[in-house]
Each structure stands twice: as C-alpha cells, then as structure tokens.
C-alpha cells in the first residue's frame, strides 16, 4: 500500500456519504472512491450470505481501482461481514456499528432509542454490545422499515417521510427516550426531520466523526500511509443506479464549503 493510493468507502446506497463527508473534512489532502451500491440497497432486509456477498463484489473493486484501507459504511454490512472481509483481505477495514456505548453512558433517563435496519439490530456483534452496555437500560429497537428507499430517492422532508418517522419514533417518545442512536449510515440525512418531531431534550448521536477519526488513526499507524502533504485531491463517487440524489448532495456540499476548494469531485454512473 503507498500513501497516494485511495482511501476506499462503500455502502448500501447514498447513506455512506455522511460517513465520507466526515473522513474528507478530517483528512483533505487523502483522496477517495466512494461506491454507492444502490442497486442492491437495502442491505438490511438480506441474509447475512448475501450481504457478505455484496461486500466481497464491493471489496474487490475498491481493491482493483487503488484503495489502501477501506471503510464499510453501512452497520449492516460491518454487523454482519467486516469480520470475514478482515480475515480474507490483506488492507485495512474500518467498520461502523450503533453508538450504543455514549448514549447508554449519558442517558439520565435510562431509556435510549436505536432506529436500525433489520440486518443490523438482528446481527450477532449489535446484540453483543447492547448486552454489555445496556443492562440496566431500557432499550426501544425500532427497524427503520421504509426509510432508505426513500433518502435513496431523496424523498427526505416529504409528507410521506414524516408520517413514516412518526410511527418509527412514537414507541421511543411514550418511553421517554433521551439518547436516539442512528443506526444506519442513512439515517443522518434525516436530521432535521427527527429533531422536528422528537422532544427537545433528545440527543441524537450517530458514528461518522467516530469514523473519520479512526480512520485517520489507522492511516498513520503502522507504515504510515496517511497522505498529509499538498496534492491533487480527486474524489470518485460512483453509483450503479441514477446519480440525480448522489449529485445535489454533493453540490450542496460544495456550496457548504466543508471540502477543499482544490479537491475534484467526480459523481459517476458505474456497472458493479
């Protein structure tokens, strides 16, 4: 692995963005390939056979096009496959699971949300760490049925979303929930609609700066393979379905300003 090779993300569909938002933010000068797998999205309603095969087909053609490290950015791949990419793929793996840990830590109330995918909150590593972090806590799971199909068509603050939302949150709100944890990478993107419809003292808490910064760690342990000097930052995001979604999320982006001015960001259709 050379410090110029691409740092790789892969997820579900656009979900994974918020994940790569963070990682471009914290590291400027790494380069990146992000592969949108829409067209096998949701991941979370598989078996885990089938999600592990979509992330080998995902692994090797992060591998094939340059990536030193990868990041799965999707819970229900890392519940259910990071531990087989980590033993068959000589790179590193950076896996994203629920924030259980802080919230069941912080909540004063005792009681705490996790809105997930099936494939997720049904995974033998989620049921591990709410095991061990939520004895004395009351914990709603709630699988965010509906949900990614319509982020994936950028259906975020439409009448249909909040309806859906409501259901999804309501069982966490009459348990008087003070922590909510996002648990799929999607989730974020819906932001401003949860702290719409949730009360005011629910903190909402999800993995992507946690992310970055273990992948900043990862980097520049062992040979070092961060890039930390000037270059010419590219960006490839590719999708296997429309890029409409993917492309005004990514201008948006721009506009905000968050990303260095001199990276190129390519939004690109592509067979995988």
């Avoid at 000068?29 to 309603?45: C, R, V």
């Avoid at 099936?118 to 939520?134: D, I, M, P, V, W």
């Avoid at 949860?194 to 946690?210: N, W």
């Avoid at 005004?248 to 905000?256: A, M, P, Q």
Wanted: aromatic content about 8%.
């Amino acid at each position: 692995m050379q410090k110029d090779q691409y740092i790789g993300v892969f997820d579900s569909g656009i979900g994974g963005i918020s994940i790569w938002k963070e990682i471009v933010q914290l590291l400027p000068f790494e380069s990146t390939i992000y592969l949108a797998d829409s067209k096998y999205a949701p991941y979370g309603i598989k078996s885990q056979e089938e999600i592990t095969q979509l992330c080998i087909k995902n692994t090797e053609l992060l591998l094939a096009l340059g990536a030193k490290i990868i990041v799965v950015a999707c819970n229900t791949a890392t519940t259910n496959a990071i531990d087989y990419l980590r033993a068959n793929y000589d790179v590193p793996f950076i896996g994203i699971e629920p924030a259980i840990k802080p919230a069941a830590l912080q909540s004063k109330n005792k009681s705490i949300g996790i809105l997930a995918t099936k494939g997720t909150l049904n995974s033998r590593l989620f049921s591990n760490t709410s095991e061990k972090y939520t004895q004395e806590i009351e914990t709603i799971e709630v699988i965010g049925s509906g949900l990614v199909p319509l982020i994936e068509q950028g259906k975020i603050a439409t009448p249909e979303m909040k309806t859906l939302l409501k259901e999804h949150l309501q069982p966490m709100i009459d348990a008087n929930i003070d922590y909510l944890v996002l648990g799929c990478s999607h989730y974020p993107f819906l932001l401003p609609v949860l702290k719409e419809l949730l009360p005011s003292q629910v903190s909402i808490i999800d993995s992507g700066e946690a992310v970055a910064r273990q992948t900043k760690a990862i980097l520049a342990q062992g040979n070092n393979i961060q890039f930390d000097t000037t270059q010419s930052v590219m960006h490839h995001i590719y999708s296997n379905d429309t890029i409409d979604v993917l492309e005004n999320i990514i201008i948006r982006f721009r506009e905000s300003e968050q990303t260095p001015q001199k990276a190129c960001i390519e939004v690109a259709y592509k067979d995988f």
